[in-house]
């Protein structure tokens, strides 16, 4: 009886040791089908002005798990980037069992500066977002305000107070559709000159920059292939008079 009683233990023991090895491989076979199934093969991009889509996959599906179309949403997905050069958040979203969707949400340039070498890149807060050797024709570029110092993710130290301000107002007028200039200068005493080609745009201090840049957009159509200085030093709410010094001398006023 005692013989029998070991043979029957010893057999159960061996069907639990079956049975947990059956469990495993049945769940090594779904996770290995459930892996083959959502694998990656395709993946979109979209809202990236700064980087390919290439250096965007690089980036954003990073890890032994990113290769999984349900998993990458979950573990790839980034409300901050404060370590990623203009990017300000990344989502990736599920297509289809073999294709996610990366939207990239771009920290948002306001304006550009010299500094040494480089283009360096700020907010509308005024933080220092990239510096390159590349400039980005999209964005303002503005002399006369060469940075003392540069630090990523620090607020730009120039001269100025009234610069950022200016620089704001500036990018939300050209954010209406006004032209962009090709620079912009501001001397020591804030005076703001846009250039526009052979033309040159004397705006003098930041005030009616509305009403200023309102007849900058219409006029420039108007002297379209000449050279010369329109003048908008002394425009206000109620004096609307336009001056445009020839490159020969000659003056006409609008």
Same mark, same amino acid.
């Given at each position: 009886?005692?013989?029998?009683?070991?043979?029957?233990?010893?057999?159960?023991k061996?069907?639990?040791?079956?049975?947990?090895?059956?469990?495993?491989?049945?769940?090594?076979?779904?996770?290995?089908? &459930?892996?083959?199934?959502?694998?990656?093969?395709?993946?979109?991009?979209?809202?990236?002005?700064?980087?390919?889509?290439?250096?965007?996959?690089?980036?954003?599906?990073?890890?032994?798990?990113?290769?999984?179309?349900?998993?990458? +949403?979950?573990?790839?997905?980034? /409300?901050?980037?404060?370590?990623?050069?203009?990017?300000?958040?990344?989502?990736?979203?599920?297509v289809?069992?073999?294709?996610?969707?990366?939207?990239?949400?771009?920290?948002?340039?306001?304006?550009?500066?010299?500094?040494? /070498?480089?283009?360096?890149?700020f /907010?509308?807060?005024?933080?220092?977002?990239?510096?390159?050797?590349?400039?980005?024709?999209?964005? +303002?570029?503005?002399?006369?305000?060469?940075?003392?110092?540069?630090?990523?993710d620090? +607020?730009?130290?120039?001269?100025?107070?009234?610069?950022? /301000?200016?620089?704001?107002?500036? &990018?939300?007028? &050209?954010?209406?559709?006004?032209?962009? +200039?090709?620079?912009i200068?501001?001397?020591?005493?804030?005076?703001?000159?846009? &250039?526009?080609?052979?033309?040159?745009?004397?705006l003098?201090?930041?005030?009616?920059?509305?009403?200023k840049?309102?007849?900058?957009?219409?006029?420039?159509?108007?002297?379209?292939?000449?050279?010369?200085?329109?003048?908008?030093?002394?425009?206000?709410?109620?004096?609307?008079?336009?001056?445009?010094?020839n490159?020969?001398?000659?003056?006409?006023?609008?």
């Amino acid at each position: 009886m005692r013989n029998r009683t070991y043979y029957y233990a010893g057999r159960e023991k061996k069907k639990k040791h079956i049975g947990a090895v059956l469990a495993l491989l049945l769940a090594a076979g779904g996770l290995l089908g &459930f892996w083959s199934f959502f694998r990656i093969q395709e993946v979109g991009v979209v809202g990236s002005t700064h980087y390919s889509e290439e250096q965007i996959k690089k980036i954003v599906l990073r890890g032994p798990l990113a290769g999984n179309s349900v998993l990458a +949403p979950l573990l790839c997905s980034r /409300d901050r980037t404060e370590e990623i050069s203009f990017i300000d958040a990344i989502d990736v979203s599920y297509v289809n069992p073999h294709e996610v969707l990366i939207s990239i949400k771009e920290k948002q340039s306001i304006g550009c500066v010299r500094y040494l /070498d480089c283009y360096v890149y700020f /907010d509308r807060e005024g933080v220092v977002i990239e510096s390159t050797v590349e400039k980005d024709g999209e964005v +303002p570029y503005y002399e006369g305000m060469e940075p003392g110092s540069v630090c990523i993710d620090q +607020p730009l130290a120039v001269r100025s107070s009234q610069f950022l /301000d200016t620089a704001v107002n500036l &990018f939300q007028i &050209f954010q209406t559709g006004v032209a962009d +200039p090709d620079r912009i200068r501001i001397d020591g005493k804030s005076a703001l000159t846009l &250039f526009y080609g052979e033309i040159q745009v004397m705006l003098g201090k930041d005030k009616y920059l509305d009403d200023k840049m309102a007849r900058v957009d219409a006029i420039l159509p108007i002297l379209e292939g000449k050279k010369g200085t329109l003048h908008m030093e002394n425009i206000t709410s109620e004096r609307k008079t336009v001056t445009f010094e020839n490159a020969d001398g000659s003056v006409r006023k609008n």
